[in-house]
DNA sequence: AAAATGACGGTGT
DNA sequence: TACACCGCCATTT
């Protein structure tokens, strides 16, 4: 494994995600940097080596469907942990009006 | 080094 | 509203 600067960014960026809140794929890969990097993000998450320290699980698609996740029992599992953290959903969608984490772009 | 993959996003039909 | 197609990027094989 390459120490990829993009995956760091990605990674440290999901880890800020506070609880409660859930951000796109589009928005994490803007925030990286890449605004359309959306799919990179998705198999970076996939990949990810700090399963417990980041929580892949509040990163969901563009309309607040979830998407992957292979734990328990996929989407449902990641559903089941939003709501526990107080995210609102729409049937098996989420409410981005209410729970889409807000965060501006932080240039290091 | 090149080709294939994927937990996306947007647009068109 | 639902389904299909194309384009995008970084990672992996």
Redesign the pocket.
């Known amino acids: ?2 120490n ?5 960014i ?1 990674y440290t960026i999901t880890r800020q995600i506070p609880k409660g809140k859930v951000v ?6 803007r925030l ?18 700090d ?1 417990p320290k980041t929580p ?2 509040r ?5 607040g ?7 328990g029992n996929g989407v449902s599992t ?1 559903k089941d942990m939003l709501v526990s953290e107080g995210v609102h959903f729409k049937g098996d969608i989420v409410d981005l009006s209410v729970s889409q984490w807000k965060q501006k772009v932080v240039i290091l």
């Not at 990286?32 to 080596?49: D, E, F, L, Y």
């Not at 990163?59 to 309309?63: R, S, Y």
Request: one cysteine or more.
């Open positions: 494994m390459k990829s600067i993009f995956r760091d990605v796109t794929y589009g928005q994490v890969a990286a940097g890449s605004p359309n990097a959306a799919r990179a993000v998705g198999m970076i998450m996939k990949t990810n080596p399963a892949c699980h990163v969901v698609a563009a309309n469907n979830l998407t992957g996740y292979s734990g990641k």
